[in-house]
């Protein structure tokens, strides 16, 4: 099992671009979450998945979309990147059954805004 | 929302020595409390986590405890090994919220030999 991989792993990006971040995961789990990570803020929540199909904003969602057309693949887009979108993202996943599980996290994505 | 503060945000103990990270959070109905460790470069990891039927879990030289009532959690580290040296982040959720964390700053931990 590879667990939950994202790609790509490093990003730069021009103000205004737009670009897509993969997260797959080979575990069946039902949960995905897309992460960013600032220094000194741990670790917010973007958009989240209980289920193919379904998607719903997590703390932080503006300037992010999200899509889940297969339950493997939780997919990020930046529409129109920003300088404040510079951050390292990590996706995770979880299991349904027998209430709160582990998430899984996936290695990260490190994104440059210039 | 919930809000989950973390401290201290650095902490370096000699090897051996044992180390306690704190965590307190709003929300009381939080009902879980992970902790991750994140080594460089890499995603955070789970290594211990309770939930608020439980006062303490231990696990080796790991041990979590929580305090309902004042709403605080800390990890306590014993034995402190150089491969101990990472980012930890303390998390809480309730089960009523398609199972959301919110996440603590975390404490990078430094084992100096």
């Known amino acids: 099992n590879a667990g939950v991989t994202q790609t790509p792993k490093f990003r730069v990006l021009k103000t205004g671009q737009s670009m897509t971040l993969l997260c797959a995961q080979d575990?069946?789990?039902?949960?995905m979450y897309w992460y960013r990570q600032d220094p000194g803020m741990g670790l917010r929540l973007i958009h989240y998945?209980?289920?193919?199909?379904?998607?719903a904003k997590g703390e932080v969602p503006d300037g992010y979309n999200v899509s889940r057309l297969k339950k493997q693949n939780f997919l990020l887009g930046l529409e129109s990147a920003a300088p404040s979108q510079t951050s390292v993202y990590f996706c995770?996943?979880?299991?349904?059954?027998?209430?709160?599980?582990?998430?899984?996290f996936g290695p990260g994505t490190r994104l440059t805004v210039l | 929302g919930e809000n989950v503060e973390q401290h201290p945000s650095t902490l370096s103990v000699q090897e051996g020595d044992s180390a306690v990270i704190k965590c307190t959070y709003s929300d009381s109905a939080s009902n879980y409390f992970p902790w991750y460790k994140q080594e460089l470069g890499k995603g955070p990891q789970l290594i211990i986590d309770i939930r608020s039927n439980v006062g303490e879990k231990k696990d080796q030289r790991i041990a979590v405890t929580l305090n309902k009532t004042a709403k605080h959690f800390s990890l306590h580290i014993t034995e402190t090994q150089p491969e101990d040296s990472a980012v930890y982040f303390c998390?809480?959720?309730?089960?009523?919220?398609?199972?959301?964390?919110?996440f603590g700053s975390g404490t990078q931990l430094t084992v100096l030999p």
């Open positions: 995770a996943s979880s299991p349904l059954a027998g209430g709160f599980n582990e998430q899984f």
């Open positions: 998390a809480a959720g309730d089960s009523g919220s398609a199972r959301q964390l919110t």
């Open positions: 998945s209980v289920g193919e199909g379904t998607t």
């Open positions: 575990m069946n789990h039902e949960y």
